[in-house]
């Protein structure tokens, strides 16, 4: 078997008298995937803000590619500028360039002369479809663009793995899809990710293996199949109930019939209309489009 | 009533010489209480408590106790100590000291408004702190503290007459010593009182231009 990237061994973390991490052991492999999910408050983001060091840990070893990163021989600064992160807030430093938000740590850390770190800069927006915004500040961007310029950020050090935290919880949910896109072409390209999320549809689809963490310790852990169909933990089966569920009701078009094959695509559509053409006979014109959203209503609290 | 507006005329020379003085008192002390204040600042935001409480003291010490009183106490105090300054120089140390008090406040302000991802996100792709604060924090913490700074300044150029009190030979002794010979006191502090107020706006004038300058698009205040 090949060394793992990380290694983590009875890893614990306590804030005060508040243990938030019980116990954790994981191993990470090159061109691996990991998701980790599970409820909020269950240690998944401490978890990852550990394996950096960004929260130092109480107690338990963490290995780099072999080398214990807690030892005073490590150079947590080397480790870092190998193991990138991208934040669930994006981060950037809003006083640069996008192009200068790439090149800072290039040439801080990798003391890249400034011309090459503009070349990898290149290379990388145009990785993530953002050539044009190379010149203009993150404040000016949507949060999209922004995280996509935090996933540049991180892959332009040519990291051995990048950690996600939550990096699609603070966007608005049509901007979700294109920071996806980019992670999935990251992880088509055999990139090394650990991604706290809550997308069930990247952890089903791009995971090599999903970690449910529930109370500071790793419940379940498995390939994506294993888990989203056949959960063996009773918490996991429930959070991912609870969880699916939810993304179903944040869907308000999406009726919610249980048996898929009398439900044709274009029933809400056609009730649409119905309702429409109805209500331009019957009502005044300012109560056209109430009456549409209450039609809708109507249908799906019947079901 | 009986204003002679002609002393002005008269005495202009002699008045400009002390306005330059001014202007040199309170660039000097402006630049060293700068200086001073990112050093005071950086230490209260230090966790050391070795660090952060003399520094603390500091602050609380100058910001507690009248100028005037400094003022005295550099110049006539230290003598007690066998520590004899002249007193151009007391009053710049004087107003020195003063001014890095409160802009190590003013610093430590604008440090404290940065959000703390920017640090994380800084550390994290591998840079030491040190970096960190020089590349990341600073340069935002400085912009964002430039409208506190420009009060601070216009303080320090307006507090710089207190050092007429140790006759220093800045604009308010100058025109001290213009009323005793001409009696016209009205007339010449309001001329005084224009030429502070001219260098005061040019002060403002100018920190607005950097505001502007500075100012990172995208960002509130951004044109």
Known sequence: METPIIEVIGLEKAFGDHMVLKGISMTVYPKEVVVVIGPSGSGKSTLLRCLNRLNEPTNGKILFQGYDIMSPDIDINVVRSQMNMVF?????????????????????????????????????????????????????????QQQRVAIARALAMDPKVILFDEPTSALDPELIGEVLDVMKKLAESGMTMVVVTHEMGFAREMADRVIFMDEGVIAESGP??????NPKNERTRIFLKRILKEIEDMDPLKPKYETPELAPEAEGVKAAEEGYKWSQEHKEPDEQKRWLGFKFLKRDKKK | MNLDWSVIGENFNYLMAGAELTIIISILSIFLGFVGGIFIGMCRISKNPLIYYPSTAYVEAFRGTPLLIQIFLVYLGLSSFNIQLSAWDAG??????????????IFRGGIQSIPKGQMEAARSMGLTYNQSMFKVIIPQALRNALPPYTNEFCTMIKDSSLVSAISVMELTWSAKNVISVTFQPFVVYIFIAFLYFLMTFVTTRFMRYLEKRYAIPGMMGAE
């Open chain 1, 88 to 144: 669930q807030n994006f981060n950037l430093f809003m006083h640069l360039s996008v192009k200068k938000n790439v090149t800072l740590a290039l040439t801080s850390v990798k003391k890249i002369t400034q011309e090459e770190a503009d070349r990898i800069a290149d290379e990388t927006l145009l990785k993530v479809g953002l050539t044009e915004k190379a010149d203009a500040y993150p404040g000016q961007l949507s949060g999209g």
């Open chain 1, 224 to 229: 994506p199949e294993e888990i989203f169909t």
């Open chain 2, 92 to 105: 710049i140390l004087a107003l020195s000291l003063n001014s890095a008090a409160y802009q190590s406040e």
